[in-house]
Nanobody, 125 residues
């Protein structure tokens, strides 16, 4: 069982940066793939980034590639999403998710069994 709590969201101007954190409970955090997703009203939750249990493998949506960086610190049971060069279209509720797996990464929302409560990111133009 894993519980996830996101933090770090807020209001930022276009071109600015934010770093989201996802703190996980439990002693087996290092066995979980971690992912970040986002959702805006009326739209389906979409994949943003994922990282393997070791942190070696990462994968990004094309819309954020080169601007966002996913990372993790297994000693701190925390995953991060560094967001740079933010655009108004990045405005959304951001969710972290966890999946117990030996696979490298997962990009499907249905693959993840654990979700945080979400944190709002608003980018003003």
């Amino acid at each position: 069982q894993v519980q996830l709590v996101e933090s770090g969201g807020g209001l930022v101007q276009a071109g600015g940066s934010l770093r989201l954190s996802c703190a996980a409970s439990g002693r087996t955090f290092s066995r979980y793939i971690m992912g970040w997703f986002r959702q805006t009203p009326g739209k389906e939750r979409e994949f943003v980034a994922a990282i393997s249990w070791s942190g070696v493998n990462t994968y990004y949506a094309d819309s954020v590639k080169g601007r966002f960086t996913i990372s993790r610190d297994n000693a701190k049971n925390t995953a991060y999403l560094q967001m740079n060069s933010l655009k108004p279209e990045d405005t959304a509720v951001y969710y972290c998710a966890a999946k117990a797996s030996n696979a490298l990464v997962e990009i499907s929302t249905t693959a993840y069994g654990y979700w945080g409560q979400g944190t709002q990111v608003t980018v003003s133009s």
